[in-house]
């Protein structure tokens, strides 16, 4: 593990945002043609897809995702990233492996080595994955345009998993829904500037923009019923230059998850009408601007899958060492790989926080306070048993679906 260990911290101190992995789909590529695999490189912009064909049987596809975030790094490690790049709109930021991304992509560079050495104990073909723009729920779909499906062998089944705030050599499995559908939109309410003395002569879009982000919070509190998941954010709220000056347009960035269908379009339908409900209201002559970025359905793992996995996890790693956490409201699109061939997908999460300060905080009822989670600027899983366990469990699923789908 001392070459995947490196791999690692080069990989965190050199994140790339979405769709700019280049060098990550550099190394990516380079450790796949040293196996002897079939390498196809620039799927869908930066994608990289390596194929490890071993005879007649099933074809298993491994996924892992490559890009980091617009993060400063607070963890202090001496690997930490210390990156600045220009966001797809312009702007100057630090970027951090924020998510574990850089954990995925070892993990299954060092699964695929594994298998490779492995070609004598199974049959059939296996197809790493190694996706960009996850964060901008972006990049699988667009590596299924560019026609990733007929550039390698078409799945009968989909694997992938995410490192998250769980003790270290835990993996938590999830029948049906894993985690939920996200929706992207952004807002522009367009008002009329002025000076800020006579507000008389102005349609002020900061109030109404500020009014809309207090209404929105009422959609999940009263109009999805107590108990579903929904969540409604507003991340983004950009307007104006100066104190003095009411700006003529107001921006506000909305984000949305859910998991049942039928939910989804009632939050997408409630955003929109209070949206330019709080225009009019606001006496704007010019109606607001809504437009859905991006949109990723929910991640639905397949049941009769998952209990094959489970029983080949607990097998390999015993059972206190293979949990169902349940579903979270974190979004993916992953999914997006599985049903665009019509096959089912199994994705797990595997802990990366250290055992032991995970158990004192969870004495102490302090696990979300103690443990920073995902997108966190202090995000650091520890790289072992961390490294080690990743790889074990992508070994494990890709050959429990060979012999089970071959037998």
């Not at 574990?100 to 199974?122: C, K, N, P, S, Y």
């Not at 009968?156 to 835990?170: K, R, T, Y």
């Not at 339908?269 to 209201?281: D, G, L, S, Y």
């Not at 250290?354 to 905080?361: E, K, R, S, W």
Request: glycine residues 10%.
């Amino acid at each position: 593990m001392t070459s995947l260990t490196r791999l690692y911290k080069d990989l965190h101190a050199h994140p790339e945002l979405a769709f700019e992995e280049h060098r990550t789909a550099a190394i990516v590529a380079e450790r796949m043609s040293a196996l002897g695999l079939q390498v196809v490189e620039g799927i869908g912009g930066t994608a990289v897809a390596a194929v490890l064909a071993n005879g007649p049987g099933p074809t298993v596809w491994l996924r892992a995702d490559m890009d980091g975030l617009p993060v400063a790094e607070l963890t202090g490690l001496d690997y930490a990233s210390t990156v600045i790049a220009m966001t797809a709109d312009g702007v100057e930021t630090p970027v951090m492996h924020a998510c574990g991304h850089d954990m995925h992509v070892t993990w299954l560079i060092g699964a695929m080595e594994q298998l490779a050495a492995q070609r004598d104990g199974f049959s059939g073909t296996i197809v790493a994955v190694f996706q960009p723009a996850e964060e901008a729920i972006a990049g699988a779909q667009a590596m299924v345009d560019d026609g990733l499906l007929t550039k390698v062998p078409r799945p009968d089944v989909v694997l992938g998993q995410h490192v998250g705030p769980l003790p270290a050599g835990v993996i938590s499995l999830t029948s049906g829904a894993v985690m939920a559908a996200a929706d992207d939109i952004s807002v522009v309410m367009h008002g009329q500037g002025g000076h800020g003395s006579t507000p008389q002569r102005t349609i002020d879009p900061v109030l109404a923009a500020a009014s809309t982000v207090v209404r929105l919070q009422g959609i999940v509190s009263r109009e999805i019923t107590p108990g579903e998941l929904a969540v409604v954010t507003v991340g983004r709220l950009q307007a104006g230059t100066k104190s003095n000056i009411i700006p003529a347009d107001a921006t506000l960035g909305v984000n949305i998850r859910t998991i049942d269908p039928a939910s989804r379009e009632r939050v997408l339908a409630a955003v929109e009408r209070i949206v330019r409900a709080e225009a009019t209201a606001s006496g704007m002559t010019t109606e607001p601007d809504i437009t859905l970025l991006a949109s990723a359905p929910a991640t639905m793992n397949y049941p009769d899958e998952v209990e094959r996995l489970r029983t080949a996890f607990v097998d390999a790693f015993g059972e206190r060492a293979v949990i169902d956490y349940g579903t979270i409201s974190g979004s993916e699109d992953v999914s997006v790989l599985s049903s665009s061939a019509s096959v089912p997908l199994v994705f797990w999460f595997t802990g990366g926080a250290d055992p032991v300060a995970f158990a004192a905080a969870t004495a102490a009822g302090r696990v979300e306070i103690d443990i920073p989670s995902n997108h966190s600027p202090y995000f650091a899983p520890v790289i072992e048993p961390t490294l080690q366990r990743g790889v074990e469990a992508l070994v494990v699923a890709a050959r429990t679906f060979l012999a089970f789908t071959a037998g």
